[in-house]
């Protein structure tokens, strides 16, 4: 137990170590300096003029919102259409068939909101061609897109007073190739040298240890497992995930797919520091989200690895820990880490199954998808927080009596009623669906679908609840990750998860960069004696205060009936 916990840290100060040189490279990137990636410069400007964009061209926020919205509808009519009819495109050498329209609905939005929400196994439900070109494609765009939204804000936030907050068509290909392609390839190859396939032969056929025959699938898997966690994507090419020995083959493959799917949410908060020159502030809000990450992180790994107390009544030993759901290779303590970050950073990728892991930690990995801000994903994580520090900034200037400002700019009743509304959309998506879900299953279970509603849960009572409540946060938090014991792969989990998948992923992207173009067009007010430090430890821990009660506040109720009350029932 001491190795995994050492392996825990070991593997969160190599992020660390890790975050910082790239966030002074993502600087430099954004900000126009020379960087070693300058190669790529003749590609980028092939692409501008073959498509006719200046990349000159400054936008304000609007502008870069309606090109953000536009080119992910484009791609989600793609996706779509590509879905469907996959089974009559090239590379598919196992015969997958095409999806049907509710599924491809679902996988579409998925992969386009950076969610990856899979109701289908990876082997069988999608080809090569839409894995690669469909799915792949979407992981590199949707992470630039989230990165892409956080710079307009970063630009917004640096100045004093502007309008223009630079080309968003030119940070979003600088995003894919400066950070996000020549990462991918490093960890793809590490992964290969790991035993990752990557080949485009179809299943193989191998003999048991037992005499069994079994077909087992490849195919180029480790490209695609690298960007789904640089991304902060999740979405597995096997449909156990990385918890498949192939997509997670071993320690250093453990230890490579954690590194990748933290350091960029930790080095963009280091960047914005950086970028805006206001180190101390993104100091205190690294700290606010770490200490958020380790308050979940903490009761986790002490429920997985003191073991499951039914068990323990029942006079069976557990010198490992809760050991049900997870890969003897990494053991409770690698498994509790990986599931706390892959819930706070929105990757939603598992090295072991949640709806196995203990009460507590399914509480824990709740919070960290209603929370969405401790690191969060790939952009959208500093975004979900920065709408906390609106609503703090707020209640402290009606604190003292004064007017609210931050960065130099007033905080007027337009900003702060976006702020409320993107606070308060998602406590409604996951509770109104959740509610509306426990209806249909409690006074409809016959209603003749396709599948029938009272099949829809492998468990009843609390953790029943729970696997409903887990489905709806994880498409609110573009998460991916599930509760599996609810049969998801059916029309209505299909259709209603997708609404939420859209309003849960642009609405808080829209809300955020609005107000920072709103206030970068104001006129600048230099800072006095009254002025608000929001880069004070203080300041950090009011803004501490108003996530842990406005989370509270919303969720509270929906988790006693859920996790909290699963906790009481098997600790009794």
């Known amino acids: 137990m001491n190795t995994e916990i050492l392996g825990v840290i070991a593997t969160y100060g190599l992020t660390l ?132 939204a956080l710079i307009v804000v970063f630009k917004a ?18 995003t894919i ?12 190859v590490i992964l290969i040298f790991n035993g990752t396939p990557a080949s485009f032969a179809g299943k193989d056929t191998v003999v048991s240890m037992q005499g069994d025959t079994v077909n087992v699938s490849r195919g180029p898997a480790a490209g695609f497992i690298a960007i ?42 280091f960047a914005l520091g950086m970028f805006i020159q206001r180190r101390k502030f993104a100091y205190v809000m690294f700290g606010i989200m770490t200490i958020g990450m380790i308050m979940l992180l903490i009761p986790t790994m002490q429920a997985e690895m003191g073991g499951n107390p039914v068990l323990a009544h029942m006079g069976i030993l557990q010198p490992t820990g809760s050991m049900e759901g997870k890969e003897v290779r990494f053991g409770p303590a690698g498994t509790a880490y990986w599931s706390t970050v892959t819930t706070i950073i929105s990757t939603g990728s598992i090295c072991g199954f949640h709806d196995s892991m203990m009460p507590v930690s399914g509480l824990m990995q709740l919070l960290g998808m209603m929370l969405n801000c401790l690191y969060g994903g790939c952009g959208v994580g500093i975004l979900n927080y920065y709408i906390y520090v609106i609503i703090a900034v707020f209640i402290s200037g009606l604190m003292v009596g004064r007017t609210p400002e931050f960065m130099g700019h007033k905080l007027e009743a337009r900003e702060v009623k976006i702020a409320a509304i993107i606070t308060l959309l998602s406590p409604f998506l996951i509770l109104a669906f959740t509610a509306f879900s426990s209806y249909i299953l409690v006074h409809h279970p016959d209603v003749n679908w396709a599948v029938k509603p009272g099949a829809w849960l492998n468990n009843t009572g609390y953790h029943g609840f729970s696997e409903m409540l887990y489905e709806y946060t994880s498409a609110n938090a573009n998460n991916g990750s599930g509760f599996e014991g609810l049969g998801d792969g059916n029309v209505f989990w299909n259709v209603s998860t997708g609404f939420v998948l859209i309003l849960g992923r642009f609405l808080p992207i829209i809300g955020p960069v609005a107000i920072a173009g709103i206030m970068a067009a104001k006129k600048y007010v230099p800072e006095s004696a009254g002025t608000l430090k929001t880069d004070s430890l203080t300041f950090g821990a009011m803004t501490f205060a108003v996530i842990v009660i406005l989370t509270a506040l919303s969720y509270f109720p929906a988790l006693a009936l859920g996790p909290i009350a699963e906790y009481f029932s098997v600790y009794k």
């Open 228 to 269: 789904k966690h640089l991304g902060t994507n999740g979405g597995g090419w096997f449909g156990a995930n990385s918890a498949h020995p192939f997509e997670n083959p071993n320690y250093i493959g453990f230890i490579t797919e954690m590194v990748a799917q933290v350091v960029i949410p930790i080095a963009m908060v």
């Open 157 to 174: 936030f640096k100045e004093k007073s502007v309008t223009k907050l630079g080309n968003f068509w030119d940070i979003f290909l600088k």
């Open 17 to 148: 170590l890790l975050a910082w040189p790239l966030a002074r490279y993502i600087v430099k990137v954004f900000r126009g300096d020379r960087v070693w990636s300058d190669f790529m410069s003749p590609i980028e400007r092939l692409f501008f003029k073959f498509s006719g964009i200046d990349p000159k061209e400054e936008m304000d926020w609007k502008q870069h919102m309606k090109a953000l919205l536009t080119i992910n509808l484009v791609w989600l009519v793609y996706a779509f259409f590509a879905l469907m009819f996959q089974h009559k495109l090239p590379l598919n050498p196992d015969g997958n068939p095409g999806q049907s329209p509710d599924l491809a609905w679902n996988t579409a939005i998925s992969f386009v909101v950076n969610c990856n929400l899979q109701h289908y196994s990876g082997e069988t439900g999608v080809t090569y061609f839409t894995q690669l070109f469909v799915l792949a494609f979407l992981q590199f765009v949707s992470a630039a897109t989230g990165i892409a």
């Open 177 to 188: 190739t400066r950070i996000l392609l020549p990462l991918s390839i490093l960890i793809a």
